[in-house]
């Protein structure tokens, strides 16, 4: 018998259109998997069964009677916490939030969802405001991960990553200000891809500014495509909204890579990898030569930028907490009120600086995507470690980006950047492949992570969590 919990969307779609399986079934399995496996990992804050029933009841009526609303009508979807959903509360993470309140308004994220029939389970983990690489909260506490519950599943979008990791439904809408798209897939051996800046529209906007982007994580490319079609209709309340896409980017998604100009940077030149991670990146490399494109070792050439995006990091963070008077800062996560303490030393002339450094990195990857079509790295150096901590245990630092280096750099140059899984370490850990492409190239990068895909079976491995 069919697992239902592991069918993609376009599978359910299919499925869907030859009547051979329902939304309402679907819909159940997944709520049954939620019931199953959410006291292990921890990722939704909040479920809605009743909800999500009816609305698969209706769209079953709409696939008899051939008057579905668009393509995702139907497909068990969940919602990081940080996305404003009409009736239910967004707590963020935070203490600080108080539950009761009207909850009238949709994000456009998830507007364009529910335009389109999208079963809506519920909301899923995040840390505090999401401002940080691991998902664990003072409110909501940690989230494990598929592969192993005492692991951290990355973050911050990491509920979405271990629900769709586990069958929480078929794909889940997130963040990504600094890697919070990439991180959890790449911890999970899930897919995303963290779109060009203003192409997925936000509101409110995000306190981090220009850095935040919104975007699937899915268990295949091919959903991440189409649930870009869906999430990518113009937003007016989003100021640097970009005009609704004219192609779908599902168009030419199987075309592959053949005569694509493509590097390789093991490392920009900066970065000292698990040996696994960098091993599992370089096959992935030579998948993507196998199947036609001209690949080269080659580095960007700019220096780690973490000191600027620090500056506009956390200079956001306080501006956040700014909201909620002066006692806010006590009563948070004690590495978001270091950032933010930190943050109350960073003059207008060290943001400036900082805001430079972040278009002369813009500028340098604009002339390194005239020699090359796409950039392939490690999506992160390591692997998931316990659950519960912002770093590794004995590690040189005490704040996430130390280990995150090759996910910030694209957020400040606003570049698409896709994570998919290339391989396990040999204690059973997903290792992500991250391939980042200029600005507006998000079909190009969707086709070479496709190809990628097509030529290997991670996307299809089963966590042994599902597995039990």
């Known amino acids: 018998m069919t697992d239902l919990t592991r069918l993609t969307a376009t599978e359910l779609v299919a499925a869907y259109r030859d009547g051979s399986v329902s939304p309402v079934e679907v819909t159940r399995a997944a709520l049954a998997a939620i019931d199953a496996g ?27 009677c051939g008057s579905v609303l668009g393509p995702g009508d139907g497909i068990p979807t969940s919602i990081k916490d940080l996305l404003y959903t009409r009736g239910w509360p967004t707590l963020r993470g935070t203490n600080l939030i108080d539950e009761r309140g009207l909850w009238t308004e949709d994000a456009p994220t998830v507007a364009r969802l529910r335009e389109t029939g999208a079963v809506l389970l519920g909301k899923t983990t995040t840390p505090e405001f999401g401002w940080k690489g691991v998902t664990d909260s003072l409110r909501h506490g940690p989230t494990g991960n598929p592969w192993d519950a005492a692991l951290t599943c990355g973050g911050s979008s990491g509920g979405s990553a ?10 889940s809408v997130g963040t990504d200000g600094g890697g919070s798209l990439r991180i959890p897939a790449a911890f999970t051996g899930t897919v995303t891809i963290k779109p060009t800046y203003g192409l997925v529209p936000v509101w409110p906007a995000s306190p981090f500014g220009t850095l935040s982007h919104a975007g699937p994580i899915t268990r295949c490319v091919a959903d991440a495509a189409l649930m870009l079609d869906i999430l990518t209709g113009f937003d007016p309340r989003d100021w640097s909204a970009l005009p609704t896409p004219t192609a779908s980017f599902l168009d030419g998604l199987d075309d592959g890579v053949r005569g694509l100009r493509i590097a390789f940077s093991p490392d920009l030149g900066y970065v000292r990898n698990d040996p696994q991670v960098e091993a599992a990146v370089r096959a992935a490399a030579a998948v993507l030569a196998d199947a036609g494109a001209h690949v080269e070792q080659a580095d960007p050439g700019f220096a780690d930028p973490v000191d600027a995006f620090r500056v506009l990091w956390f200079a956001g963070a306080a501006k956040v907490l700014e909201a909620y008077g002066t006692d806010a800062l006590r009563r948070v996560d004690p590495g978001l009120r270091r950032g933010v303490e930190w943050a109350a030393g960073v003059s207008t002339a060290d943001y400036l600086e900082a805001t430079a450094v972040r278009v002369d990195l813009g500028v340098r990857m604009g002339r390194f995507h005239q020699s090359y079509d796409l950039l392939l790295t490690p999506t992160l150096p390591i692997t998931a470690f316990p659950k519960g901590r912002d770093v590794p245990h004995g590690w040189h630092s005490v704040d996430w980006t ?5 996910t910030y750099p694209f957020n400040m140059t606003q570049q698409p950047a896709a994570s998919v899984p290339c391989g396990f370490t040999s204690d059973g850990l997903p290792a992500g492949l991250q391939i980042v492409g200029p600005r507006h190239a998000d079909a190009l990068v ?13 996307t299809r491995t089963r966590p042994p969590l599902h597995r039990g």
Request: hydrophobic fraction near 50%; charge should be neutral.
């Open 38 to 64: 959410n006291d292990d990992v921890n990722a939704f804050v909040l479920v809605d069964s009743e909800g999500a029933v009816a609305a698969a009841v209706r769209s079953e009526a709409r696939w008899r």
């Open 162 to 171: 271990a629900a769709v990791g586990l069958g929480m439904g078929a794909w």
């Open 402 to 406: 130390s280990w995150t280096p090759y």
């Open 446 to 458: 969707l086709r070479a992570a496709r190809a990628y895909e097509r030529a290997t079976n991670w």
